[in-house]
């Protein structure tokens, strides 16, 4: 069946580059996502890709798609503390029903 | 900025007692979604709605479970006859278009029964 796998911890120094990784199995997927889960908090959109797309930048975040081989990457510029979250990839196909990784804890420290 | 909203943000119930969690999603939005997280677990799909009707249910969404619009502003998810495995984080999400896109999540309602 679907699946998507991320690591679950990366540490960072504050300043350096983050990048967080994530693996898929549904070639079909339509879109690819990237949310943000502070701490007590709901699920925040951070941004997503198109499937015929390898790569999206959005201010601090890039987004990069390697499609052969069903792997997506969020790499954030300059990380700051308040970056401090888990992160979730999930993919979309043709409906919203969304297929979770289970979340990168990304830990800044000062 | 418009945003999903949820209440409660945290009931407790006991085992076989019913729970209704309440949802206002983005106003101009048609599909509505709900999805749960099990402590410690991954993000999981149960349900899509749209013109009043379930598009598309998970396994995990059994009888057990129900949704309704009642009016044109709320989304519930009914749990008819709560068991202890149905503690968790229930997230309500919208949006405008069903074809993949933005998908909007509220804050969530964590549920714990005992």
């Known amino acids: 069946g679907e699946d998507v796998e991320q690591s679950l911890f990366l540490s960072v120094r504050e300043g350096d580059s983050s990048v967080i990784n994530c693996t898929y199995t549904?070639?079909?997927?339509?879109?690819l996502y990237w949310y943000k889960q502070e701490p007590g908090a709901g699920l925040q959109l951070l941004t997503y890709i198109f499937s015929n797309m390898d790569m999206k930048q959005d201010q601090r975040l890039t987004v990069l798609l390697n499609k052969k081989d069903k792997h997506l990457s969020l790499r954030i510029a300059d990380t700051q503390t308040g970056d401090s979250a888990i992160y979730f990839c999930?993919?979309?196909?043709?409906?919203?029903?969304?297929?979770f990784g289970t979340g990168t804890l990304l830990a800044v420290q000062p | 900025e418009p945003e999903v909203t949820q209440t409660p943000s945290h009931q407790v119930t006991q085992m076989g007692q019913e729970v209704i969690l309440r949802c206002v999603p983005i106003?101009?939005?048609?599909?509505f979604y709900w999805y749960r997280q099990i402590l410690g677990q991954k993000v999981e799909f149960l349900v899509s709605?749209?013109?009043?009707?379930?598009?598309?249910k998970s396994e995990i969404f059994d009888d057990q479970f129900s949704v309704e619009r009642p009016d044109g502003s709320n989304f519930t998810l009914k749990i008819r006859s709560t068991k202890l495995e149905d503690s968790a984080m229930y997230f309500c999400?919208?949006?405008?278009?069903?074809?993949?896109?933005?998908?909007?999540f509220g804050e969530g309602s964590r549920l714990t029964v005992l």
């Open positions: 999400a919208s949006s405008q278009k069903g074809g993949a896109g933005e998908l909007f």
């Open positions: 549904d070639s079909s997927s339509t879109y």
């Open positions: 106003s101009n939005h048609l599909y």
């Open positions: 999930a993919e979309g196909g043709a409906t919203n029903k969304l297929i």
């Open positions: 709605f749209y013109n009043n009707e379930i598009s598309e």
